[in-house]
């Protein structure tokens, strides 16, 4: 080894084989694209899910909103009329901006401040509405820069100066509002003044809000749209009056201190969700705590006013998002540590390939007297001169397909597969040549007696098996990040069962090939003998085959876990396929008119009455059904319920006593003794003959279901429609109301599984097991590969002592299917226990609903799904028979001679 070279190592080297330099580079090339774009696209899906959950949520919880009382009664009327005109409240607005902390930032674009009242004001003008002989009354706010956030429908935005002791001001109201309380430009409503005469608060314009859901209107949403209200108290038939927002001009704020409405100045800050980012999750939480109760509300005290209050639910809405997180962030993993673990084992395969095929050329170099050192540092040259801008091509492909997320983790992991991609083939040369040997030596895996060093590496991997196993079985994934050994936990289990069929691959073998050799026919004792001179680094495919089909069972489980989980959910949050629901009785032909709608195949009328009182004072939810719709409609569900539970017996409404079903803490409550209720303005008497979890009919809350037949009240209020393939735009004409709201099922699962957080983590999953499959295959095809050149010589010769082809192609695919059913059934059967062992500790809510409001426990525990355990399976099987039957096929056509020629290395 000694001397200056003739021709430069690496130049002669890829010279001599482009074709397998090519392959290295390509397989270096998608390996590292693969492994780049994993934590960048990561680092997405959790952006937006955050921005999402934070966008989604109403904006009254995420809004920061400030507040102080108006100035007091000691000022003089010059000195609060100052303090709360715009110069100053904009002054205010602009300091406590200023204080918010970073990372958290407002978007001025969405906030508001100025002046509005606390109390609501009373206006008994004649053209009002009233719904129950109440006159409505008003929220009156000075929203600040309000023409930047409304079209003008009809007259002009209010304007004008005025104070205490202005007899009345200009006013807007939305469309929304002037529709409900018919009110019209130029109207006039009169408010109480606080020892003064009334305030007249001329309405100068009607206007359209451009953004009605963004915050600057959805804060207070009554300045928006007019709200029904009961008036206090605990009497459930209370009545009920409407409640309107009014808008005046900042320079009119001075006025409403002269009101009774208990003005306050108010200051909402809605954050901008463009810049919030998941790695800085922490600092935004310390942020929101700072602003509650922390160093930043005494900054903002100090500028705004020293009785500042501030309510935010924001801190809520990221504790929401990050039990999301939490919970898929230890699923996806696993996929990443199986897909991680096929990669690394395909490109150790690549370079024991490699440096089988170069067997006689080291073993010369090693007998001429190169060290290891020389032999392994040329080696790592030429894979270097590869792979190093293979590896590179690959980082910047992941960075262009996945354009958001953090450059580190990517280059780390493009990284690791160039230093794995060039270290490869040295160091299995270095193992392989470590003595100087023979170039055509044995290594007969049924003769192959494993070391003490093998031992004990198997026993290692197999305590930290048992170990991850126990603690995810223990401690489970839900509230806490991701641990490595728990999310390697069926890689691990994967990589246990592969060591151990290794080792128990011998008997089988032994058992059948002694019956095999009485047969008349060699094929299937030669087959069976073939398969025992495999070499004994075949565990490495097989530990590639394996951690592959463990990981595609365990992830096409969780997606079909997750799946079934927003099917029960979307089912539970509407009852049936869709509903139409109500306060108000709907019309009586709606019915009838739904039926008819293209994809309906069934309709239920349901009486719904809330807040019915029990006897111990308590309230729930009864409603009315007709039973044979009910049972029908329901008959294939989850819901189901029988037509004969709750058939009421003859009779006048009122005397005779109704079979009922409720939830199970009303059935306990109420026992099985006939119970007298008030339901609707008649009395009724029940007795509960069956409990059930859930129902059709109040799907989300306690209830007691009754036959509509024994109620006094009888109009529908809410309507159950069956259908898979309903129409919900014609749906939604038929039912065109005011008060009726519909909800299909199909969109109600679209709601669950529309979070960035959970379509990016299947997105994910998804593609990383497919990325593990083909890379499974890449493994199981390296190692036919590996012998091809000895089967082919063997068929050649074979030939010449008068096998046919027919005989060929069965030896073949013979000498193929022991590993290939051995990798099947053993990573079937591992993928079903990885399954069974870890299911207790998987909660799948988080990968499956987009939402934490109680209906996560519907079913979302982990299965085992018999397609993702069979179907992979069985493609190895056909992937080696159909590989082995291709060879068979290719040799036969090249001839005998080629495969005979004297001198070749086989």
């Known amino acids: 080894m000694s001397g200056k070279a003739v021709a430069p190592w690496v130049r002669t080297r890829l010279r001599t084989a482009p074709g397998a330099a090519g392959a290295l580079a390509l397989l270096i090339l998608l390996t590292a694209w693969l492994a780049a774009a994993y934590p960048r696209g990561i680092d997405t899906y959790e952006n937006d899910g955050l921005r999402r959950t934070v966008a989604a949520a109403a904006p009254g919880r995420t809004a920061l909103q400030f507040s102080a009382g108006a100035p007091g009664l000691d000022l003089g009327d010059e000195q609060r009329a100052a303090l709360v005109s715009p110069a100053a409240m ?22 508001a401040y100025g002046l509005r009242t606390t109390q609501q004001l009373e206006s008994d003008e004649p053209f009002l509405p009233r719904p129950e002989k109440l006159p409505p009354r008003f929220t009156v706010a000075t929203p600040s820069d309000l023409a930047s956030h409304v079209r003008l429908v009809s007259g002009r935005l209010p304007a004008g100066r005025a104070d205490q002791k202005s007899a009345g001001a200009e006013a807007a109201v939305t469309a929304a509002t002037a529709k409900t309380l018919d009110i019209k430009a130029g109207a006039v409503l009169h408010v109480d003044g606080l020892g003064r005469p009334r305030l007249a608060l001329t309405v100068t314009g009607i206007v359209e809000p451009l953004l009605p859901q963004a915050g600057y209107w959805s804060v207070l949403p009554v300045l928006r749209t007019p709200q029904l209200l009961q008036v206090p108290g605990t009497d459930p038939e209370r009545p009920k009056y409407w409640h309107g927002g009014l808008l005046l001009a900042p320079d009119a704020a001075p006025a409403l201190l002269a009101t009774p409405g208990k003005p306050q100045m108010y ?64 699923v996806v993993a696993v996929a990443g540590f199986g897909t991680a673990t096929v990669a690394a084992v395909v490109l150790l395969m690549a370079g024991g390939l490699a440096a089988a095929r170069r067997t006689a050329e080291l073993a010369l170099l090693r007998a001429r007297g190169g060290s290891l050192l020389q032999i392994a540092g040329r080696l790592c040259a030429e894979s270097a001169v590869v792979v190093v801008p293979a590896a590179a091509l690959g980082l910047l492909l992941a960075v262009l397909a996945v354009p958001h997320g953090r450059l580190g983790p990517a280059l780390a992991a493009a990284a690791g597969v160039a230093a794995l991609g060039c270290l490869a083939l040295p160091v299995r040369a270095a ?34 098996a048992v170990g991850a196993v126990f ?13 490595s050994l728990i999310s390697a936990a069926p890689v691990l289990v994967g990589v246990i069962a592969a060591l151990v069929l290794v080792r128990l691959y011998p008997l089988p073998l032994r058992w059948a090939a002694r019956p095999a050799a009485r047969l008349r026919s060699t094929v299937g004792f030669l087959s069976l003998a073939r398969a025992g001179r495999a070499s004994g680094g075949g565990a490495l495919p097989l530990l590639a085959l394996l951690t592959a089909l463990t990981t595609a069972a365990f992830g096409g489980s969780v997606l079909a876990g997750a799946d079934d989980a927003r099917d029960r ?8 396929d869709a509903r139409v629901d109500s306060d108000l009785p709907l019309p009586k032909d709606l019915p009838d008119r739904v039926a008819g709608i293209a994809g309906v195949r069934g309709v239920s009328p349901v009486h719904i009455e809330y807040a019915v009182r029990l006897p111990d004072d308590d309230t729930t939810v009864v409603a009315g059904v007709d039973p044979a719709s009910y049972a029908a409609l329901t008959a294939t569900t989850a819901l189901s319920l029988p037509a004969d539970r709750l058939k009421a017996p003859p009779g006048a ?7 009922a079903v409720a939830s199970p803490s009303v059935a306990e409550r109420l026992g099985t003794q006939p119970v007298k209720l008030r339901v609707a303005g008649y009395d009724l008497t029940i007795r509960v003959v069956a409990a059930r979890e859930r129902s059709a009919a109040v799907p989300q809350s306690d209830f007691i279901l009754v036959d509509t037949a024994g109620l006094g009240a009888k109009d529908p209020t809410a309507l159950l429609v069956g259908g898979a393939s309903v129409d919900g735009k014609a749906l939604r004409q038929s039912a065109e109301s005011g008060h009726a709201t519909v909800r299909l099922r199909s969109e109600a699962r679209r709601e669950f599984a529309d979070s960035p957080l959970q379509t990016g983590a299947g997105r994910i999953y998804g593609a990383a097991v497919a990325a593990g499959a083909g890379l499974a295959a890449l493994a199981l095809f390296l190692s036919l590969l590996r012998g091809a050149p000895e089967r082919s010589a063997l068929l050649a010769r074979l030939r010449t002592m008068g096998l046919t082809r027919r005989q060929g192609r069965t030896l073949l695919i013979l000498e193929a ?88 290395a086989r």
Not at 90 to 106: C, G, I, Q, Y
Not at 471 to 483: H, K
Not at 864 to 889: E, H, K, N, R, Y
């Open 90 to 111: 904009k002054a205010r607005f602009d300091s406590v901006v200023t204080d918010v902390p970073a990372p958290l930032r407002a978007d001025l674009s969405q906030s």
């Open 267 to 330: 200051a909402q800050l809605a954050p901008d969700t463009s810049i919030l980012n998941a790695r800085r999750f922490d600092g935004l939480k310390s942020a929101v705590a700072a602003v509650q109760s922390g160093p930043a509300l005494t900054k903002i005290r100090t500028s705004f006013s020293v009785t500042t209050g501030v309510y935010t639910e924001l801190d809520k809405v990221f504790l929401s998002y990050a039990t999301v997180r939490d919970s898929i962030t230890p």
């Open 431 to 464: 193992l392989t040549h470590r003595t100087v040997r023979s170039a055509a030596e044995r290594t007969d895996l049924v003769r192959e007696k494993p070391s003490a060093r093998r031992t004990v590496a198997e026993l290692t991997l197999l305590v930290l």
């Open 471 to 483: 603690a995810l079985r223990r401690r489970g994934t839900t509230g806490g990040s991701a641990d």
């Open 569 to 576: 959910a979307a089912l539970y949050a509407t009852g049936t």
């Open 653 to 659: 409404p009122g005397r005779a006593v109704l079979p």
């Open 817 to 904: 299917l022991p590993s290939a059913l051995l990798a099947a059934v053993g990573g079937a059967l591992t993928g079903w226990a990885s399954i069974a062992l870890l299911a207790p500790g998987i909660d799948l809510a988080g990968l499956a609903l987009a939402t934490t409001s109680g209906l996560a426990p519907v079913g979302s525990e982990l299965r085992a799904d018999p397609v993702s355990l069979l179907l992979p399976a069985g493609c190895v099987v056909l992937l080696a028979t159909g590989a082995a039957t291709a060879q068979a096929w290719w040799s036969g056509r090249r001839g005998s001679i080629t495969e005979l020629r004297a001198g070749d």
